[in-house]
């Protein structure tokens, strides 16, 4: 297996590869957030690929494909000897109805259902403890001191190595952090969404937390290839073209965010890489920032940003970024790491 550059997952004594295998596409065509068609021997293919490329890390969530991106996981990983084996993080947090497979999940995070849904997630990856657990979305139903509470207990009982959340803001942080360490933040990142980097990732650096973004090349937009006619045939149940807090596809903003990509080719060409690696390199460039993950629905796919962990940009590429965020408009968030 190859070997990528690593960094340490916060205060942990873990050691993650910059980059990781995201599994939100790979949970298939039969849910409401579905990325389009999916073929799963190529998705199971990818996610070895990436393995055998040198990544150590996958993420996936109960919630991806309904448990089905969570099964394809465990049936790719069961190839490799244990020693070879990637570090699993998951999530939990989102529950759905079996009645009502394409309605909304809803955010979920009582005490019972945490534990219920840790068992369904252990078995779906064929694992007997999930190396990173994580709460998928803030539950303003429950107190997030019950439902860390229940974190804590199965960390305990040895079900799960470390605790972690994913869109949560500093408040809730602070409230889970005063009862035990929050090993991990997981925050939408990337060019385009910068909001992240505005205190999200200081907090985490200054407390020992590792920030994993995901989303670092917002779905897709500041891939090489991504274009106005590859939107127009996107499958019409793919969640980027109906969701309504997706501005990011749909022009004037998506006119914005493809002009910032291709301001991207100057900087890629320079350092003799790929648009996609620059725009991942950018965000692990931030204070806090451990690890960006990075979709994989392909093997041909890992190729594009596998080496955007080496990628080290300099003063002059932050200006050059800056200045052509503040000339299109494009985005929200600052514009450069200090």
């Not at 779906?124 to 998928?136: K, M, N, S, T």
């Not at 127009?232 to 793919?238: I, K, T, V």
């Not at 041909?300 to 299109?328: H, N, P, R, T, Y």
Request: aromatic content about 8%; charged content about 25%; proline content about 5%.
């Amino acid at each position: 297996m190859t070997t990528l550059e690593t960094r340490q997952f916060g205060n942990s004594g873990i050691d993650i590869t910059s980059v990781g295998a995201g599994t939100w596409a790979i949970g298939g065509l039969h849910w409401k957030y579905n990325w389009g068609p999916q073929d799963d021997a190529c998705s199971v293919r990818a996610l070895r690929h990436a393995v055998e490329s040198g990544i150590n890390w996958v993420d996936t969530a109960a919630a991806y494909g309904l448990g089905h991106a969570e099964e394809i996981v465990g049936r790719a990983i069961s190839a490799f000897p244990e020693a070879d084996r990637p570090l699993v993080f998951t999530k939990c947090g989102l529950r759905w109805s079996e009645a009502d497979r394409w309605g909304d999940p809803h955010n979920f995070l009582r005490p019972d259902s945490i534990r219920m849904e840790c068992e369904a997630s252990l078995r779906r990856l064929g694992a007997e403890r999930i190396d990173l657990y994580q709460f998928h979305w803030p539950d303003p139903k429950v107190p997030v001191e019950d439902s860390w509470a229940v974190m804590c207990d199965l960390i305990d009982e040895g079900k799960v190595r470390l605790g972690g959340v994913s869109n949560f803001d500093i408040p809730l942080l602070e409230r889970c952090e005063a009862m035990r360490h929050v090993a991990s933040l997981q925050p939408p990142f990337s060019l385009i969404d910068r909001r992240a980097g505005a205190g999200l990732a200081g907090w985490c650096a200054d407390h020992g937390t590792a920030v994993i973004c995901y989303s670092p090349m917002q779905a897709g937009l500041l891939s090489d290839t991504f274009s106005l006619e590859r939107v127009a045939l996107m499958d019409e149940r793919d969640w980027r073209r109906w969701h309504y807090d997706f501005t990011h596809f749909s022009p004037p903003a998506l006119h914005r965010n493809l002009a910032l990509r291709d301001r991207l080719r100057p900087v890629a060409e320079r350092h003799a890489t790929t648009v996609a690696s620059v725009a991942i390199a950018w965000a692990l460039s931030w204070r806090g920032v451990t690890g960006a993950i990075v979709g994989v629905r392909s093997p041909d796919q890992v190729a594009g940003w596998l080496g955007a962990g080496s990628v080290q940009l300099k003063e002059d590429d932050f200006d050059e970024i800056a200045s052509a965020i503040d000339e299109l408009g494009a985005g929200d968030g600052p514009t450069r790491p200090s």
